[in-house]
């Protein structure tokens, strides 16, 4: 479907596209292979599985969870970049910035999986689509990047980590009072002889879990930089959905006036918290109506009045000043409101996925080292690798219910610590790892957020 729209930007454009889309299939590769051994250590270093068949099962997981992910995290990045100020400047500025953007984060990456660092994906896009986003800002004006959403999505990151390392503390203490047969609390022999079947079954589907909802949350963070990417580009095709239907979305703003007009009718007192949410459904009818998909700032200004409208009615919500009837009919309107600007493409997730799985079957083995052998002074044990992985998982399936990005890398690296902390207490850490991993975590979004700063500056005097 996007070659068909291709045709419509110049040579010089049609090529940038192809490398920039090209550029977030090496982050999200990249993404793959540098948060493999958040999955694959403990199977690895517990001698579950053989290292080539668990990174083979790890990436087919996150190939399926990145496919089964939704939207909401996706967005979430979308929200991140300025689009509305984006669509006032040339096409040059917006191919410089998104050059910028996917650049700062790839060399982050590579350069922190080279050295064998657990880095944080999220934190690396988060902090260049900042980065870009304010060099924007600086230079054009206008709203600049969203800091609420970037506060919301800095909270979640700095969050995780703690919440994965105490949890797991708990859930190993917890572990040593229920289960009776202490085998698991053993660490392999140096044989080639493989754990119990009762713990391989326990190791594996902790694996898997990690290895699913890191697809979910981190497949979505690729589809949304994927996304934004094509508006950039091509933004009368992809800033509003596809499948948008002037008579669907007019109808949704039409039984909201309707519903909020009877409330009026029925109770004048409240004429003056509707009156303007009225007028506003009134003037974007009328928007859409004229509305040609030949200026994009004409479907940009569209695209921004039902995100407005939207937030209205949230606001709305909250306050309180609905009725239960009109509440209801308003959240259900949102809904159909909400997908004129929020879908996403099952071409754009499939490659996401797809990058993301086969990334995951390459480059695995620096990071896993690190994961397994220099975090704790002692060998990782079965539980110590179960109980990691089962708080990584339910941290990051967590955070992608509520559409937070989380670090699948310092959620996991954060809770085997913990493990090793419940074992032997706080001496049991090998002091320079964890330094390193602090000085990673710390420096990746400022690291980050001025390198697309600075790209964003160069390539707008280049391109």
Known sequence: MMLGFVVDLSASASVLLVVCILAVCFFEAINGFHDTANAVATVIYTKTLPPVFAVIWAGAWNFIGAMLGGIAVAMGMIKLMPLTDMMAVSLNENIALVLSILIAAIAWNLGTWYFGIPCSSSHTMIGALLGGGFAFFSIHGGIGPNWDKAKD??????????????????????????????????????????????????????????????????????????????IAFMPMQFALNPNFSKDEVKNHIVNVQSALSSEVAADSSRLAFHAPLIAFCTNLN?????????????????????????KKLEASL??????G????????????????????????????????????????????????????????????????????????????????????????????????????????????????????????????????????YLFRMII
């Not at 509520?402 to 032997?424: E, F, N």
């Open 286 to 310: 009328s928007a859409i109506d004229t509305l040609d998909n030949k200026s994009k700032t004409q479907v940009f200004a569209v695209r921004k009045g039902v995100q407005d409208l939207n």
């Open 325 to 456: 009837a009109t509440a209801k009919v308003v959240k259900a309107e949102m809904k159909g409101l909400t997908t004129a600007y929020e879908y996403r493409l099952t071409w754009v997730v499939f490659l996401v996925s797809l990058c993301l799985g086969v990334g995951t079957m390459i480059g695995w083995k620096r990071i896993v080292v690190t994961i397994g052998e220099k975090i704790g002074k002692t060998h990782l044990t079965y539980a110590q690798g179960a109980s990691a992985e089962l708080c990584a998982a339910a941290t990051i399936g967590v955070s992608s219910y509520y559409g937070l990005p989380v670090s699948t890398t310092h959620v996991l690296s954060s809770g085997i610590a913990g493990t090793m902390v419940a074992d032997g207490g706080v001496k049991n850490l090998r002091r320079k790892t964890i330094t390193n991993i602090a000085l990673a975590w710390l420096l990746t979004l400022p690291v980050c957020f001025a390198g697309a700063a600075i790209l964003f």
């Open 153 to 230: 999505i800095g909270l979640s990151l700095l969050v995780s980590p703690l919440f994965g390392f105490s949890l797991a503390i708990g859930l190993m203490f917890l572990l040593r009072v229920l289960v009776k047969k202490k085998t698991i609390f053993k660490s392999p022999d140096d044989t080639k002889k493989a754990p119990p079947v009762w713990i391989r079954a326990i190791l594996i589907t902790t694996c898997t879990l990690v290895s699913y909802f890191h697809g979910n949350n981190d497949g979505q963070k690729g589809v949304g930089l994927l996304m934004v990417v094509l």
């Open 318 to 323: 909250k306050t309180q000043v609905l009725s």
